[in-house]
T-cell receptor
Framework: GAVVSQHPSWVICKSGTSVKIECRSL??????MFWYRQFPKQSLMLMAT?????????EQGVEKDKFLINHASLTLSTLTVTSAHPEDSSFYIC?????????????FGPGTRLTVL | AQKVTQAQTEISVVEKEDVTLDCVYE???????LFWYKQPPSGELVFLIR??????QNEISGRYSWNFQKSTSSFNFTITASQVVDSAVYFC?????????????FGQGTILTVHP
């Protein structure tokens, strides 16, 4: 149980285009989903927290107009990188917190590797 | 504010050696949770353990063991008889209470390389 999927697993795009990454909780309902970014040889940095049906809360320094987050249902959150540039190339990881059970438990997706040319 | 420090950036050992990964944390919360994750080259985070602040019992799981000491704000991780498959990046992380409740704060990570 507690499986989180991400799609796509990797994507290559041209500078200036937008890319959408999906995060799904497959066997549980997630009231909260988190989006992290990880640059090579660095740690995971929280970008934003999204709650189903409400606006995402962004961490300091993260541009909300560039990284659009939608959490339209209890099993799906999407991250759209708008007008992507090479500096946005990174590994993006989502996690989901279940509606039931231990409130601190987060289940991680496998990550999406974004390369912007 | 909460912080997790993993002072060891990289560790290299030979197979069968024991290795300890250090983790020191800072939080003002009395209730908090500590985690260890493994990140193999594939990138997917693998959950290893969760500890709450009220449970200082050390834990052993196979070749893995964890030493939680509130007095020194440390949560160290030991791998006994290391194997090549243990090569990965290991992250220590913290969830505190208050305004940061639910948010995971990660340490910088320790790259462990186990040579045959």
């Amino acid at each position: 149980g507690a499986v989180v999927s991400q799609h796509p697993s990797w994507v290559i795009c041209k500078s200036g285009t937008s890319v959408k990454i999906e995060c799904r909780s497959l066997d549980f309902q997630a009231t909260t989903m988190f989006w992290y970014r990880q640059f090579p040889k660095q740690s995971l940095m929280l970008m934003a927290t999204s709650n189903e049906g409400s606006k995402a809360t962004y961490e300091q320094g993260v541009e909300k107009d560039k990284f659009l987050i939608n959490h339209a249902s209890l099993t799906l959150s999407t991250l759209t990188v708008t007008s992507a540039h090479p500096e946005d190339s990174s590994f993006y990881i989502c996690s989901a917190r279940a509606r039931e059970g231990l409130a601190v438990e987060q289940f991680f997706g496998p990550g999406t590797r974004l390369t912007v040319l | 504010a909460q912080k997790v420090t993993q002072a060891q950036t990289e560790i290299s050992v030979v197979e069968k050696e024991d290795v300890t990964l250090d983790c020191v944390y800072e939080t003002r919360d009395t209730t908090y949770y500590l985690f260890w994750y493994k990140q193999p080259p594939s990138g997917e985070l693998v959950f290893l353990i969760r500890r709450n602040s009220f449970d200082e019992q050390n834990e052993i799981s196979g070749r893995y063991s964890w030493n939680f000491q509130k007095s020194t704000s440390s949560f160290n991780f030991t791998i006994t008889a290391s194997q090549v498959v243990d090569s990965a990046v290991y992250f220590c992380a913290l969830i505190g209470g208050g305004t940061s409740y639910g948010k995971l704060t990660f340490g910088q990570g320790t790259i462990l390389t186990v040579h045959p």
